[in-house]
């Protein structure tokens, strides 16, 4: 039985949960034996244009050494101003400089980072697997607080109204004071028994902030007190497998740009593991579509559209007003990453280590091209190009 109950017991419930997604056995980069034996003429084939993706590589610099067996690097990398905050398995966090990809600073927290980092403009953020939130200086690295909570920090956190908001591996949000570590306030849902590994961080807008629990449900609370606006629940009842009764909204919400200045009218995208995309006012929760699909990664939003990947591979493209499936493409045979948009393209990797280009109003793979190794953290584009932490602890900028 895969349980919550430690960090271990996480890094195991993920590596068997994509092999039992993916009909195989874990994948090689997990310590599995990859896929089993199959007639050459059933095997999937990932599309494999004559192009590469178009982008150039600016430079590439190792931080870190692949995690333990099990493991995964934390998920969510930041770049801001001149910066790229970066967290490690192996304990530390650091800056490097987004133009020459010089590491500018680096700190050891003493344990694995978990979920990956958060910033403003004067801190960096990140939880470890003892259950500690740590405030570092953003221009030097210098450790400013520390804050012990009950357990393993599971989500990267985010800033709102003064305070760093994240959860904990037994299905608890806590706020703390970014200036000081002090706790503010605290949410919580019952712990669940299997679960995807890690946890959404959350999004935040109009002094709220979304949260996404193992248990299928989502909250929308006011980012000051904590107070609860909104809930529903994703859960989809039925199955008889262990793969059914697993729930997690693990991917962050998604929200819209607001429509003139009318934020009432902003949407909230939800998606959890079992199967549902759910399209929702922000403000309120009253849904306004859904559609059957099982994801944990954070779907892209683009004006019309909603790009989404699934459990098996494939990329998606919705229609924003009704979810309409515009196109449907499948990539990979193991697990993608969240879709970007750089310039013309859509962009998306995958756990074997390789980059698609797509075309986003056809689905139409323009190319694909080898990266350095496995990527399961979401790839950050940005006006100067394209940042991929990879599994293998090396970050890459391409242009």
């Keep these: ?127 470890t697997e003892q259950g500690q939130m740590v405030a570092l200086s953003r221009e030097s690295g210098k450790e400013l607080w520390r804050a012990r909570v009950p357990m393993t920090v599971d989500s990267a956190p985010t800033v709102a109204d003064g305070k760093v908001i994240f959860l ?108 549902r995309v759910v399209a929702c006012l922000a403000s309120n929760g009253t849904r306004i579509w859904e559609r059957r699909l099982s994801a944990v990664r954070q779907p892209l939003w683009s004006p019309g559209r909603l790009f989404v990947v699934d459990m098996d591979g494939h990329l998606s493209a919705l229609t924003e007003e009704d979810g309409t499936e515009l196109w449907r493409v499948r990539l990979s045979e193991g697990l993608l990453t969240s879709p970007v948009l750089y310039k013309d393209r859509l962009l998306v990797a995958d756990d074997q280590g390789r980059l698609f280009a797509l075309d986003p109003a056809s689905g139409r793979v323009l190319g694909r091209e080898p990266v350095a190794g496995p990527v399961l953290s979401q790839p950050v584009s940005m006006e100067d190009g394209l940042y991929i932490w990879t599994n293998k602890g090396d970050l890459v900028h391409y242009e």
Excluded at 67 to 81: A, C, E, L, Y
Excluded at 184 to 203: D, I, K, Q, Y
Aim: net charge positive; charged share 20%.
């Design 1 to 127: 039985m895969l349980t919550r109950k430690s960090a271990l017991a996480k890094g195991l419930a993920l590596a068997l949960a994509m092999g039992m997604l993916a009909g195989c056995s874990a994948p090689k980069w997990l310590g599995g034996a990859g896929k089993p034996d199959e007639k050459e003429s059933n095997r999937f084939r990932a599309p494999d244009p004559d192009n590469a993706t178009g982008l150039r590589l600016a430079w590439k610099r190792s931080l870190a050494g692949s995690p333990d067996k099990h493991f995964v690097q934390p998920g969510r990398i930041v770049v801001s101003g001149n910066g790229v905050f970066v967290g490690t398995f192996q304990g530390k966090v650091s800056r490097v400089d987004r133009k020459s990809g010089e590491v500018r600073w680096e700190a050891s927290l003493g344990a694995p980072v978990m979920g990956g980092v958060g910033v403003d403009e004067e801190r960096v953020y990140a939880g």
């Design 168 to 275: 904990t591996i037994n299905n608890q949000a806590f706020a703390l004071d970014a200036a000081t570590g002090q706790q503010v306030w605290s949410h919580s849902t019952p712990a669940e028994g299997l679960v995807v590994m890690g946890s959404a961080t959350p999004a935040a807008a109009d002094g709220l902030v979304f949260i996404g629990y193992s248990s299928g449900e989502v909250f929308a609370l006011r980012a000051g007190t904590g107070q609860k606006v909104w809930s529903d629940n994703l859960r989809v009842l039925g199955g008889s497998g262990e793969l059914d009764l697993m729930q997690d909204v693990d991917a962050s919400v998604v929200l819209t740009a607001e429509q003139g200045s009318r934020v009432a009218s902003r949407r909230a995208f939800v998606v959890n593991h079992q199967g």
